[in-house]
């Protein structure tokens, strides 16, 4: 009876490294299965055939050991179809069994050697025991000993030791283990030459040896000449071969190493390919599809965290969902892809807030803890990561059982990592950390002094030389000037000032840390200066916030955090820097948001920075520096719009130019998106591949404002260029501060001029609120409400209104000129356009002004710039729903759309085409989307619905759905000129975006349209009829085609026809913004 070949010799392990992928990367560290050869054919029966043939062959028979070794291998071959671990036991003992009866001597004791060994090193992989690793090692050997340098098999028998050794390096980093491993697999490959069938199999091996060397030493050259040898087995597994996948998943991880190591681009996009290129090769039912999903997911998730292209970590988290649903809950691997998808989620919701993401990131670390019972190896890694996302939500929710659970998790794992596990510093920096979260919380002072001790036990642990060891030293200093803050004890502040300085000394230029560093020291130092009065203390406190202003790469929210700390020092002690310290922060704000950002990511920029333009305003008149002030608003505030519009317009005008323009804009468009996320993304490791981000940022930077017309590409602009917006008429800016209430009144030809109002932010903000109370209350039958409004209005006329007109009269600005408003906080709220004495014999605004608003002087500019050069082109589209789904009937829709089409008929009736009315059933999302792209002239008659919690999701209200903030935003209009929105809520945002201007109005005019009339709050159904009807009759009136620049005037001469005919909340409900 002859052995069939289950595992031949040769191919025993070398068959394990080219039928499976090395180097399959799992966040978390799993077994890698050895896989065995398959038989030919074998089914289940074969497993019984060949226990009837043994059962032939009882103890003394001449066949009985190939009858073990048939059964062993046939049950091993079992046993990697479906994974039961009784069958590979079973097949051990066979094949001990099968040794004992080939003693020296024997033949066939050499394949017998080989396939106990290959048995040992497969359990070993299932079980991680290491007497069967050490075991197979010496089998291996013994196997080794029977091959002199001329027998065919030696190659093979070099290669089966080397993995072995490789593998018990892998489980105890003994060094000679690897190299005598590489020494060995490099003696196999002398033994296949060129033409060797396993010659690529050895490459392949050896390629992944020197790997793992560059892992243990850093030696760049090993993983240069690992690529070299993928590169050349890949040469060898042409289209077509079985191992080619393998090949190209091996590569791949190679080359995403050496990204990791010098953050060349090529390499990243390549292995991204290659491993593409790999799951191509894997279709379904593919043993390795499961492998190369979860691969390929790992590299698009690096991408991700390079250049910030959210799409790649969508991808990635569908391809997770895909390799995880090949992994059934029996299956070994399943906890290590949980971990992968949940870390991925987790990572989206950082990016987009969607707390689904964050929730199911919990619930699948949850499922892989349960799979990692106690005594798995991964156990703690496990817990650590249930309890950081429990901790995520617990900032995000607030819920004390979340922090409490991570607190608990935390101190399961430090259990796990017991004095001298590599991980022990760590997780007593993670259970420190979140003992003083809950401190944060509830105050309970021993947390924060378990944590400090906690925090000193790990920093032992991170002796000098540890790349990570300042944040040790920063974590340490933190909760000791917590404790100071408590109970006043010097010694504590000066412990953490040291600290400080320590970690500081390790962070140099350069550093993502390092501002956060400059922070920490600089407002410890600020804290002993008011204990103890030391003036050489606060000197050197805003000595180190003025580095902050040497920084000019992409600036990371940690830059802008420190920036606002120094903001904050200056303000609370009057220092002389306060000015530059805003100037620094808004400079950073304008770097870290230098792409599109996510809203997620724009709420939370705009909370941190929430008063930070107005305050800088503030902060300029204090010190007489008013052109600074003017520039500084500009540049804080409305920074959605603001970075919507000059992200893609330059960049536009860029590529524009050709050749080396359009080459500058994509390399600037891979670095705005690259740069601030490895700088908030940050390791202590990555420091020199930011530091080659910042040196090209800089010099992209360079290269365009050498350009002509981009010498300002990126700077915010001058009062001389924003001086323009009152080139048609003044503009005036009101800012409310927590320090002071101002008006800037700018004029085309001379600096502005200031006008102190005489109220604070506080009441400003009060005043607003009543308003808003009040407006809440139109259409209801409050009788009093008139009189209400009427001495809201005479309180903003009082305090605000009347300085600025008495402003006015000084600087002989002739009556019934127009005016322009722009309001900064809580005075967006307020309609200034109608504030008055409401008295006999006096006059309100109105009277001596015809008011318009914009909310930034850019917007303003932007709208003249647009000025279309063929204005014979007039297409004007009417849109009306009077959707009773979504709130009362309008029942004044049809004629409010005869009207305008009455007025306008004359004027357009050249070109019959170039005047559309929609309807109702008509009037879709879709379809108001076309009006928007293909009309210069645009009337919407239906509901508008303000969204206060998701103010992009603020609406007009079509037959099929919402048109939102969001659709507008996305369209794209041809040569825009007006739009009447005759639709409430449209004109204004909420009390929590009062700087940002986030309404309908605003989506608006980002669509290029230059001039638009919009109601500020409920507008009643047939006053909007009234209104519309006077102003479009005005509007036409006299000769000439239509004219968006007079739209102002019309609105104001139709309100003043209509003021004993409709109620004053609904005389002064609408507003122009615009030209």
């Not at 077994?31 to 055939?49: N, Q």
């Not at 066979?94 to 033949?107: K, N, Q, V």
């Not at 004390?400 to 607190?407: F, G, I, N, Q, V």
């Not at 996320?677 to 010099?699: K, R, V, Y």
């Amino acid at each position: 009876m002859k052995d069939f070949p289950g595992t031949l010799a040769v191919d025993a392990a070398s068959c394990a490294l080219r039928s499976g992928d090395l180097g399959n990367k799992f966040d978390s560290c799993s077994p890698r299965r050895v896989l065995i050869a398959s038989a030919h054919g074998l089914d289940e029966d074969d497993v019984e055939r060949y226990r009837t043939e043994l059962q032939e062959c009882p103890p003394g028979h001449s066949d009985r050991s190939t009858s073990l070794s048939n059964l062993a291998n046939s049950l091993r071959n079992k046993f990697e179809r479906q994974g039961a671990l009784s069958d590979l036991d079973e097949a051990i003992e066979l094949h001990r069994a099968a040794l004992e009866l080939r003693f020296p001597g024997h033949s066939d004791r050499y394949m017998t050697l080989n396939n106990l060994a290959v048995g040992l090193k497969c359990r070993f992989g299932q079980r991680s025991i290491p007497s069967d690793l050490d075991e197979a090692i010496e089998l291996h050997r013994a196997a080794l000993a029977l091959c002199p340098p001329s027998h065919t098999d030696r190659s093979a028998s070099l290669n089966n030791l080397a993995v072995s050794l490789q593998d018990r390096f892998k489980q105890r980093g003994v060094r000679s283990d690897l190299d005598e491993a590489i020494e060995l697999h490099r003696a196999a490959l002398e033994l296949r030459p060129p033409g060797h069938s396993d010659r690529s199999a050895t490459l392949n091996n050896i390629a992944n040896s020197l790997q793992e060397r560059f892992k243990q030493r850093g030696v760049q050259s090993d993983l240069d000449r690992a690529i070299e040898l993928h590169r050349a087995a890949l040469e060898l597994r042409p289209p077509g071969c079985s191992d080619r996948s393998a090949s190209l998943n091996n590569l791949a991880n190679n080359l995403q190493e050496r990204f990791k190591q010098r953050g060349i681009p090529s390499d990243l996009d390549e292995a991204t390919e290659l491993h593409r290129a790999a799951l191509q090769l894997r279709p379904p039912g593919h043993s390795g599809r499961p492998s190369s999903l979860n691969n390929l997911a790992n590299m698009l998730r690096e991408r991700f965290e390079q250049q910030g292209i959210l799409s790649d970590l969508d991808e990635a988290i569908e391809l997770y969902r895909a390799a995880l649903e090949l992994r059934p809950p029996s299956h070994s691997d399943r906890s290590a892809y949980l971990n992968n998808l949940a870390n991925s989620l987790q990572e989206r919701f950082k990016q987009r807030g969607v707390q689904f993401d964050l929730n199911q990131a919990i619930e699948l670390h949850r499922a892989a803890l349960e799979l990692r019972p106690p005594g798995c190896s991964d156990r703690s890694a496990s817990l650590n990561n249930l309890a950081n996302s429990l901790q995520e939500r617990f900032k995000q929710r607030g819920i004390p059982s979340d922090l409490d659970e991570a607190t608990e998790l935390h101190r399961a794992a430090l259990q796990l990592r017991p004095p001298g596990h590599s991980d022990r510093s760590a997780s007593l920096n993670n259970l420190a950390n979140s003992l003083r979260d809950r401190y944060s919380q509830r105050g309970i002072l021993s947390d924060l002094d378990e944590a400090i001790d906690l925090h000193r036990t790990a920093l032992e642990l991170r002796p000098p030389g540890y790349s990570d060891r300042s944040a040790y030293l920063n974590n340490l200093a933190n909760s000791l000037r917590d404790r100071y803050s408590q109970r006043g004890i010097p010694s504590d502040l000066d412990e953490a000032i040291d600290l400080h300085r320590a970690a500081l000394a390790l962070r140099p230029r350069g550093h993502p840390d390092r501002s956060m560093s400059l922070k920490n020291l600089a407002i410890s130092l600020r804290d002993r200066f008011q204990q103890q009065g030391l003036s050489s203390d606060v000197d050197e406190a805003f000595g180190l916030y003025f580095q902050l202003s040497n920084v000019f790469y992409a600036a990371s929210r940690s830059d802008i955090q420190a920036a606002r700390s120094w903001v904050a020092s200056a303000e609370q002690l009057r220092h002389g820097s306060a000015l530059m310290a805003y100037q620094t922060t808004l400079r950073f704000m304008d770097q870290h948001v230098a792409g599109v950002p996510s809203q997620h990511h724009f709420d939370l920029f705009r909370e941190a920075t929430s008063s930070l333009a107005t305050d800088a305003f503030s902060c300029s008149v204090r010190r007489g520096a008013l052109t600074t002030a003017v520039e500084l608003v500009e540049q804080g505030r409305s920074v959605f719009w603001t970075r919507l519009t000059s992200f893609h317009t330059p960049l536009d005008e860029l590529s524009v130019l050709g050749g080396t323009g359009e080459a500058l804009a994509q390399e600037f468009t891979r670095l705005s998106l690259r740069l601030p996320n490895s700088l908030d993304a940050s390791t202590e490791d990555q420091s020199p591949e930011i530091q080659q981000l910042i040196m090209e940022w800089d010099d992209v930077i360079t290269r365009i404002r050498m350009l002509p017309k981009f010498s300002r590409f990126l700077l915010p602009p001058l009062f001389s260029d924003l001086q323009e917006a009152a080139a048609e008429g003044l503009v005036i800016i009101l800012n409310a501060s927590q320090y002071s209430c101002d008006a800037l009144i700018i004029l085309s030809s001379r600096d502005p001029v200031h006008v102190p109002l005489d109220i604070g932010q506080a009441e400003v903000a009060e005043l607003s609120s009543e308003f808003k109370s009040l407006t809440d209350r139109v259409g209801t039958s409050d009788h009093q409400l008139e009189y209400k409004i009427v001495g809201v209005l005479r309180q903003l006329w009082d305090h605000v209104v009347d300085p600025i007109v008495r402003a006015l009269r000084e600087l002989s600005i002739h009556r019934r000129s127009r005016i322009w408003w722009c309001p900064t906080a809580e005075f967006t709220l307020l309609p200034l356009h109608a504030a008055g004495p409401y008295a006999q014999d006096k006059h309100n605004l109105s009277h001596f002004y015809i008011s318009s608003y914009t909310s930034t002087l850019a917007a303003l500019i932007r709208a003249r710039q647009q000025a279309r050069e063929d204005a014979s082109i007039q297409q004007f589209a009417a849109i009306g729903q009077a959707n009773q789904n979504i709130g009362e009937e309008l029942l004044h829709v049809d004629a409010e759309l005869d009207v305008v089409a009455q007025c306008l008929a004359p004027l357009l009736s050249l070109t019959p085409p170039s005047l559309s009315f929609t309807r109702h059933d008509n009037a879709t999302v879709q379809h108001a989307l076309d009006a928007l792209s293909r009309n210069q002239w645009l009337h919407l008659a239906c509901h508008g619905m303000l969204d206060r919690i998701q103010p992009f999701d603020s609406s007009f209200a079509m037959r099929d759905g919402r048109l939102t903030i969001r659709d507008i935003v996305r369209s794209r209009s041809q040569n825009p000129d007006f739009a009447f929105l005759s639709a409430c809520h449209t004109s204004v945002g909420d009390e929590s975006n009062t700087n940002e201007a986030i309404h309908l109005a605003a989506a608006i005019q980002f669509s290029e349209f230059r001039s638009i009339i919009g109601p500020m709050w409920f507008v009643d159904d047939d006053v909007a009829h009234q209104v519309v009807s006077a102003f479009y009759l005005n509007l036409v009136d006299g000769p000439g085609r239509l004219d968006c620049t007079r739209a102002a005037v019309a609105l104001h001469k139709a309100v003043k026809s209509l003021r004993k005919k409709i109620p004053l909340e609904q005389q002064i409900v609408f507003v122009h913004v615009g030209v």
